[in-house]
């Protein structure tokens, strides 16, 4: 079966299960002005997550709800762990990939916005159109998005950045994106092999930049875990040990300052490349901690 045929289907297969690590809760709203920015993780698992494993465990496929109105990514797998109280009617796709873009889910969900990177925009217009006609729903307003240009999308600054990342589409840029709010910098990278050079120099977090800005919180992709650094996947995704370097280097140059006690959160973890989540809290070093599918978190300015 082709790959994205193959997700869509396992994620349908799994929009009415239940995750041992995290349920919905009526928590969606955003915080009051100042006091930072929340985020729900809705997914926290790799493409190879298609049910429960055999250890009991299910993560989602990567998503994340930006002050319960603002969605980076959204597939099948993730409406059930949007609270009660949030109707997001935004969504940032970082590519194309069938387990972080799928336009029935979207349309099902009501959203209205949608922004990805140019460059494959015509596409995204047309799937968006069919899967519109197939549903019988409105089309969505669908916004180009360009390297390093901001775009302000209800209260947040996003920025899009380049990932190092691949799809079939050739020509296609994956994106990591830099969210902005009262004074708190979030980078959230995934799908990504390590931090790009333009993408590291335009989020400000480049020491050869004497002009930079430090980020306050970090999400980033681990798909291979621990001790998988040799992986045929790193041309295109991180290990916990890259994640872990990037860091000890962002504190060393103080491009990395966040609120007190703010861990670095890891997502997108493959389920054949990492132990449980008790082990993961176990094992993974400091600064690192694995976010789970409902985890919650607020990011804020380190000088609140």
Request: net charge neutral; proline share 6%.
């Amino acid at each position: 079966m082709e790959r994205r045929s193959f997700l869509k289907a396992s994620a349908l297969s799994l929009v009415t299960a239940h995750s041992a690590l995290g349920h919905a809760q009526d928590t969606g709203s955003a915080p009051e002005k100042g006091q930072g920015m929340k985020v729900r993780f809705l997914g926290t698992g790799a493409a190879d997550w298609n049910g429960r494993d055999n250890r009991g465990e299910l993560r989602r496929l990567s998503s994340i709800l930006v002050d319960g109105s603002i969605l980076f990514d959204l597939t099948a797998h993730n409406p059930e762990m949007i609270p009660a109280g949030s109707s997001p009617h935004t969504v940032f796709y970082t590519h194309s990939h069938g387990d972080h873009y799928h336009p029935e889910t979207a349309l099902s969900l009501g959203v209205k916005n949608v922004y990805l990177s140019h460059t494959w925009y015509d596409i995204a217009v047309n799937e968006f159109k069919q899967a519109a006609a197939r549903l019988k729903k409105d089309m969505p307003r669908i916004t180009p998005l360009y390297i390093g240009q901001p775009v302000q999308a209800e209260g947040l600054t996003v920025t899009p950045l380049p990932a190092s990342h691949a799809t079939e589409k050739f020509n296609e840029q994956t994106l990591i994106y830099l969210i902005e709010k009262d004074g708190a910098r979030v980078l959230y990278a995934t799908d990504t092999g390590g931090i790009p050079a333009v993408a590291a120099r335009l989020a400000g977090i480049d020491a050869h930049d004497r002009n930079g800005k430090p980020i306050t919180g970090l999400i980033m992709e681990a798909t291979m875990g621990m001790g998988h650094d040799d992986d045929f996947r790193i041309f295109t995704h991180s290990s916990v040990a890259c994640v872990h370097q990037i860091v000890r280097v962002l504190q060393k140059t103080k491009r990395y300052t966040p609120h007190s006690g703010q861990p670095v959160y890891l997502t997108h973890m493959a389920r054949t490349l990492h132990g449980t989540q008790s082990e993961l809290d176990s094992s993974l070093p400091h600064p690192l901690k694995a976010a789970y599918d409902g985890l919650e978190v607020v990011f804020k300015s380190p000088m609140t």
